[in-house]
T-cell receptor, first 113, second 115 residues
Framework: DQQVKQNSPSLSVQEGRISILNCDYT??????FLWYKKYPAEGPTFLIS?????DKNEDGRFTVFLNKSAKHLSLHIVPSQPGDSAVYFC????????????FGTGTKLQVIP | DAGVTQSPTHLIKTRGQQVTLRCSPK?????VSWYQQALGQGPQFIFQ???????QRGNFPDRFSGHQFPNYSSELNVNALLLGDSALYLC??????????????FGSGTQLSVL
């Protein structure tokens, strides 16, 4: 049972344009959501997160939007840069307990110069 | 400041064998979690160790076991290897068990191939 879903395995965007990565979840217990970025031969690195009490969190070029009623979140990257090319994982967890993080299958972003 | 280190980086085993993977957490961290990332999939939580005890476990069989040492390093053991155990095994460390994942630091992983 895939509780966190990323339905787009890949995405190509021109440099300078907006990248939008989408994620859906099914478990209503999730109340904290994260995005990780992974380069080849490296482990995932934390990028940005959002609590379920918010609907938007911004950090520089990265913004995460959360729609709880739709159980949907998205990551916006503006403007996209070639160095952003990586696999992006959406993830979710339940706060207040042990930090089991449930990951999606990832979206490979390619930013074309 | 050394980050999370894992060894070995690559490993080839045959079905039925046993394997031990090792992880040293980031300096100052006391909690270690293990994840399995199969090809084309996201990382899946195996278990977490804190204070030398398994604190939480994902949906993995008992063939998967672990250990945490007093210096906070950890081992992941897999017995009776199956072809389906072929994956990248990631170790993640953090300080304490109460946060929600944004303080997880991952190692580069051990690529296990079972033939």
């Amino acid at each position: 049972d895939q509780q966190v879903k990323q339905n787009s395995p890949s995405l190509s965007v021109q440099e300078g344009r907006i990248s939008i990565l989408n994620c859906d979840y099914t478990n209503s217990m999730f109340d904290y959501f994260l995005w990780y970025k992974k380069y080849p031969a490296e482990g995932p690195t934390f990028l940005i997160s959002i609590s379920s009490i918010k609907d938007k969190n911004e950090d520089g070029r990265f913004t995460v939007f959360l729609n709880k009623s739709a159980k949907h979140l998205s990551l916006h990257i503006v403007p996209s840069q070639p160095g952003d090319s990586a696999v992006y994982f959406c993830a979710a967890s339940v706060s207040g307990g042990y930090q089991k993080v449930t990951f999606g299958t990832g979206t490979k972003l390619q930013v074309i110069p | 400041d050394a980050g999370v280190t894992q060894s070995p980086t690559h490993l080839i085993k045959t079905r039925g064998q046993q394997v031990t993977l090792r992880c040293s957490p980031k300096s100052g961290h006391d909690t270690v979690s293990w994840y399995q990332q199969a090809l084309g999939q996201g990382p899946q939580f195996i278990f977490q160790y804190y204070e030398e005890e398994e604190r939480q476990r994902g949906n993995f069989p008992d063939r998967f076991s672990g250990h945490q040492f007093p210096n906070y390093s950890s081992e992941l053991n897999v017995n009776a290897l199956l072809l389906g155990d072929s994956a990248l095994y990631l170790c993640a460390s953090s300080l304490g068990v109460g946060n929600v994942g944004e303080k997880l630091f991952f190692g580069s992983g051990t690529q296990l191939s079972v033939l």
